[in-house]
């Protein structure tokens, strides 16, 4: 099946899935209003869905005018973002508004060519890959996950299954990736103190890291850790990035990288955000 084909019919998936997802949810979870972390409402998660399919339409601008798109791009901000700007819409209209972007998205592939689909798509130092990689993720894989998530925190397994089955049908089962984790706690006790490494892009690094960190994005550490003068191997590594997906995430993927080539390696426990927090929690008993 021709690759355009293939972006189609997930896109009729995700069309049955957000179809289903918006006629079975309750008035209270339609009036919620969300702002938690790591916990979309059903509204912040349709807004978020509709949103990613805009910047995806946006981003294929790019390329098809000849232009460069932006390459460092914060994901999180952008999230942020998006969800005080959809905070004040009415469920109505944000679901309104998803449905006309999920349109916008299957026009923008239909009028790509072939090649179109091909063309090398650069976000900071990362190796390129074809931009269908991530029309795909923006199209189908990011909604059907989160709503995947939704579904199972609220015991809906029925329909968890099914959005699994698609997203296995689509893609395989996902390849978890195995590693030591080492807790915020485990980090601070240990003596001496492991050498810290964000696989973060610059732009997240400077938002905020590790007391001590050292940005070396995947990419990056990937050729580094083929060097013999590269990093000690004599010294304990732990390696972090947001860690958005357990199992798949660029922490976990580097520390698997780095056991490979014969260092002592791990990735921290619940990413930045775990350290984030338990310096809050810290914070707010020493107040």
């Known amino acids: 099946m021709a690759r ?45 869905t509709g949103f990613w399919m805009r910047y995806m339409v946006e981003r294929m601008g790019f390329y098809a005018r000849g232009e460069e798109p932006p390459r460092e791009v914060d994901f999180d901000a952008l999230n942020r973002d998006e969800l005080a700007r959809q905070a004040s819409l009415t469920w109505d209209e944000v679901t309104q508004a998803t449905r006309v972007d999920l349109a916008a998205l299957v026009a923008a592939v239909e009028q790509s060519s072939e090649a179109f689909l091909r063309t090398p ?19 189908f894989s990011w909604a059907l996950e989160e709503i995947e998530k939704y579904y199972q925190c609220r015991g809906e397994t029925a329909r968890a299954a099914d959005i699994h089955a698609r997203l296995v049908a689509v893609h395989g089962e996902p390849d978890t990736v195995v590693c030591d984790l080492m807790t915020p706690e485990q980090i601070q006790s240990a003596s001496p103190q492991p050498l810290i490494i964000d696989v973060r892009s610059a732009k997240e690094y400077a938002a905020g890291h590790l007391p001590g960190a050292r940005n070396l994005p995947l990419d990056k550490l990937r050729k580094l850790a ?3 003068e590269g990093l000690p191997k004599d010294r304990q590594i732990v390696t972090y990035c947001n860690m958005h997906h357990p199992g798949q995430s660029r922490g976990e993927r580097a520390a698997a990288l780095l056991v490979e080539h014969g260092y002592t390696a791990a990735a921290l426990a619940g990413g930045y955000s775990a350290w984030a927090d338990r310096l809050a929690v810290a914070s707010g008993a020493e107040e």
């Open 226 to 228: 083929t060097k013999a």
């Open 4 to 48: 355009k084909a293939e972006l189609l019919a997930a896109f009729a998936q995700t069309s049955e899935v957000l179809d289903d997802f918006l006629a079975s949810r309750s008035a209270d979870e339609r009036a919620d209003t969300g702002g938690r972390k790591d916990d979309y409402s059903a509204k912040e998660l349709v807004a978020l």
């Open 121 to 139: 798509n650069y976000y900071g130092d990362y190796p390129p890959g074809p931009i269908e990689g991530e029309i795909m993720a923006n199209g």
